[in-house]
């Protein structure tokens, strides 16, 4: 018998059912993230390893096979702030037998949403119009119209780092074709050497960091903000999250944060996902330093590309110059179970993480 209850695992069962589930699902049609169990760690479980309010699983016996997991997080919007989740990993085990399974967690999830008094989730729905989650979540709104908002349609910038990994593991032709222009023209050549003047974070940035994400998000019309305790497990835990500091001579101060990511197309493509990047000198070329030392440092990691949101984080004139293509916009930002009145910005100019 399946029961569905908060989770109680340590992420490595998670990862290998979404891993599973999500190959048989999208493996060589679609792109779809492909989770490793510290990265599920890192992003649940490290922060406050206690709360677990928003974590719903389904268990038959002491087996994994369903979750959909949400992360308290606090949103600035204009000037209000706003108690909501980020929601994502959302999976059915195929062979739970279990049509309905599906909607049964996303019902408690609800219902956690409701007793706990949080305003909405924000989530993103994966894919095009024929992937099983687009079509899931769809099927949702018209049953539910009033508990999920598709938004808007947002896309990524992606750097090529190693293009003959990269040929084999692509779904679409215009991506092949794509990296078969990488190297043709000078400004797409060898990653970048890592600026004289950028250092791997410390410690002690922790507060430095933490405010200048403050001030970058004051034009945002969605902000997520930044307790002291969760910049500093964004920035560095356990050496998973990757952090560089533009530090010069106490003049400028500026960061890069990414993580690595796995993206599951014909094969998992290896991937340095750029969560944050800012200058508190609003300077481009600061902000290039930053991003080419990060690159560098991804590809003597052996990653496959750099991978970032196309939001204002990430303007062109920062990102076209480092060698990144913009891709087409591919994922729906949605707001799941948002509380009845609630007025939600239309997420123009959102300053989020992807997850």
């Given at each position: 018998m399946i029961e569905i209850r908060t989770y109680d695992g340590d992420g490595e069962d998670v990862a290998e059912l979404t891993a599973r589930a999500w190959r048989a699902a999208y493996g060589g049609v679609s792109w779809c993230p492909?989770?490793?169990a510290e990265s599920i760690r890192?992003?649940?479980?490290?922060?406050?390893?206690?709360?677990?309010?928003?974590?719903?699983?389904?268990?038959?016996?002491?087996?994994l096979v369903g979750c959909f997991f949400a992360?308290?997080?606090?949103?600035?919007?204009?000037?209000?702030?706003?108690?909501?989740?980020?929601?994502?990993?959302?999976?059915?085990?195929?062979?739970?037998?279990?049509?309905?399974?599906?909607?049964?967690?996303v019902e408690e999830l609800r219902r956690r949403h409701v007793e706990y008094g949080v305003a909405f989730l924000l989530g993103y729905v994966n894919g095009g119009p024929n992937t099983p989650a687009n079509k899931f979540w769809k099927c949702f709104a018209k049953l539910y119209p009033d508990q999920i908002r598709f938004v808007r349609k947002i896309g990524y910038w992606i750097r090529i780092l190693n293009p003959s990994s990269l040929r084999r593991?692509?779904?679409?032709w215009f991506e092949r074709f794509i990296v078969g222009v990488h190297g043709i023209l000078p400004?797409?050549?060898a990653p970048p050497r890592r600026a004289p003047e950028v250092r791997d974070y410390v410690h002690g940035d922790s507060d430095r960091c933490g405010r200048l994400v403050g001030e970058l998000s004051k034009n945002a019309d969605l902000a997520m903000t930044w307790s002291s305790d969760r910049i500093a497990t964004q920035l560095d835990?356990?050496?998973?999250?990757?952090?560089?500091?533009?530090?010069?001579n106490g003049e400028t101060f500026g960061i890069v944060n990414y993580h690595p990511f796995g993206l599951l197309g014909k094969e998992v493509v290896s991937t340095g996902l750029i969560d944050l990047l800012g200058c508190g000198s609003g300077s481009a070329h600061d902000q290039?330093?930053?991003?080419?030392?990060?690159?560098?440092q991804m590809d003597a990691n052996g990653l496959d590309i750099a991978m970032a949101l196309r939001t204002s984080m990430f303007p062109p004139r920062v990102m076209l110059p480092c060698g990144f293509w913009?891709?087409?916009?591919?994922?729906?930002?949605?707001?799941?179970?948002?509380?009845?009145?609630?007025?939600l910005p239309p997420a123009d100019r959102p300053l989020i993480l992807f997850r």
């Open positions: 492909y989770w490793s890192w992003q649940l479980l490290s922060a406050c390893p206690d709360d677990r309010d928003f974590l719903v699983a389904a268990y038959n016996g002491c087996r992360k308290r997080t606090a949103f600035q919007i204009s000037s209000r702030q706003v108690l909501g989740t980020i929601g994502s990993w959302f999976t059915v085990d195929p062979e739970a037998g279990s049509p309905r399974l599906g909607m049964a967690i593991k692509c779904v679409h400004l797409l050549g835990w356990n050496g998973f999250p990757r952090t560089l500091v533009l530090d010069h290039r330093r930053l991003l080419r030392s990060a690159i560098a913009p891709m087409p916009q591919s994922e729906h930002l949605v707001y799941a179970f948002p509380q009845p009145g609630l007025d």
